[in-house]
């Protein structure tokens, strides 16, 4: 195995932030056994294929990933686990016929969308019949508050290279976006049904975002990350992020 992508899979296997990459291809693996034919994922945001890597042994699949920045798109086709990849601002939506992929994967994305309730909508439209959806976000149990401060923080001190897209700020000078949605536990989970989906799992990994080096030393021991994992999944609605898995409810 090439040794940046040996380095890169330790990384993902020794990180919380990527804890729930594992229940991911879980759930990807028990799609695909009910197919015999390739089963169609749209990671949408899919940054440099990071989960297109992970999963990669997972037979069947045929991964079809979007992405702002080219930078991003050039290091997931490098991963070599996506049959398609394309170049797509998700703010003017995604560019796919209705009813073209079983799975639709949307792995921290939603968080930097104005209007998240238009791009759900088209992951409905895009998904068949007995398509399965699966967000993941970070919540908070105080999503005004902290919406609140980042408001404040960005007027004072917009991080730099970085785009809110509820501002001007012209994208094609910027690498990288800004966090502008804040969910607790319940929007989220309330934003999905909304638009059509039927919740089937919700589960969580982390109980805060590491922002400190030091909490990476702390995360390559074992223990604490299997005690952080099971504490966030024992009481999913004080953790970080969330996990949604849901199904495409026919909408009448
Ligand atoms: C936190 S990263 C997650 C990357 C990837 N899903 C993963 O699991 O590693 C968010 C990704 O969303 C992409 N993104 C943010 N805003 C976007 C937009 N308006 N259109 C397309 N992609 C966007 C970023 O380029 C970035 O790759």
Same mark, same amino acid.
């Given at each position: 195995?090439?040794?940046?992508?040996?380095?890169?899979?330790?990384?993902?296997?020794?990180?919380?932030?990527?804890?729930?990459?594992?229940?991911?291809?879980?759930?990807?693996?028990? $799609?695909?056994?009910?197919?015999?034919?390739?089963?169609?994922?749209?990671?949408?945001?899919?940054?440099?294929?990071?989960?297109?890597?992970?999963?990669?042994?997972?037979?069947?699949?045929?991964?079809?990933?979007?992405?702002?920045?080219?930078?991003?798109?050039?290091?997931?086709?490098?991963?070599?686990?996506?049959?398609?990849?394309?170049?797509?601002?998700?703010?003017?939506?995604?560019?796919?016929?209705?009813?073209?992929?079983?799975?639709?994967?949307?792995?921290?994305?939603?968080?930097?969308?104005?209007?998240?309730?238009?791009?759900?909508?088209?992951?409905?439209?895009?998904?068949?019949?007995?398509?399965?959806?699966?967000?993941?976000?970070?919540?908070?149990?105080?999503?005004?508050?902290?919406?609140? $401060?980042?408001?404040?923080?960005?007027?004072?001190?917009?991080?730099?290279?970085?785009?809110?897209?509820?501002?001007?700020?012209?994208?094609?000078?910027?690498?990288?976006?800004?966090?502008?949605?804040?969910?607790?536990?319940?929007?989220?989970?309330?934003?999905?049904?909304?638009?059509?989906?039927?919740? $089937?799992?919700?589960?969580?990994?982390?109980?805060?975002?590491?922002?400190?080096?030091?909490?990476?030393?702390?995360?390559?021991?074992?223990?604490?990350?299997?005690?952080?994992?099971?504490?966030?999944?024992?009481?999913?609605?004080?953790?970080?992020? $969330?996990?949604?898995?849901?199904?495409?409810?026919?909408?009448?």
């Amino acid at each position: 195995m090439d040794k940046d992508i040996k380095a890169l899979l330790q990384r993902i296997n020794s990180r919380l932030k990527y804890a729930h990459f594992g229940y991911i291809k879980e759930k990807l693996a028990e $799609i695909s056994t009910r197919f015999s034919t390739p089963v169609r994922v749209l990671d949408v945001g899919c940054g440099p294929g990071n989960l297109g890597l992970f999963c990669r042994e997972v037979e069947k699949l045929e991964w079809y990933g979007l992405d702002l920045w080219s930078n991003e798109l050039t290091q997931a086709q490098q991963v070599d686990s996506y049959a398609g990849l394309c170049q797509v601002n998700l703010v003017n939506g995604i560019p796919f016929r209705s009813d073209c992929f079983d799975v639709v994967i949307c792995n921290e994305v939603l968080m930097y969308m104005p209007d998240s309730e238009m791009l759900l909508a088209r992951f409905h439209e895009v998904l068949k019949e007995s398509g399965r959806l699966i967000v993941y976000n970070p919540v908070s149990l105080t999503p005004n508050l902290a919406a609140g $401060i980042k408001r404040i923080i960005r007027r004072w001190a917009q991080a730099k290279e970085s785009i809110a897209w509820d501002c001007q700020t012209d994208w094609k000078k910027a690498v990288r976006a800004t966090r502008i949605n804040y969910y607790s536990y319940n929007t989220l989970v309330n934003e999905i049904v909304g638009c059509g989906f039927k919740i $089937i799992d919700v589960n969580a990994f982390r109980i805060f975002r590491n922002r400190f080096r030091w909490f990476n030393k702390l995360e390559n021991n074992v223990s604490y990350r299997q005690a952080v994992v099971s504490l966030a999944s024992r009481f999913p609605r004080f953790a970080s992020d $969330i996990i949604v898995l849901a199904s495409k409810a026919s909408r009448l």
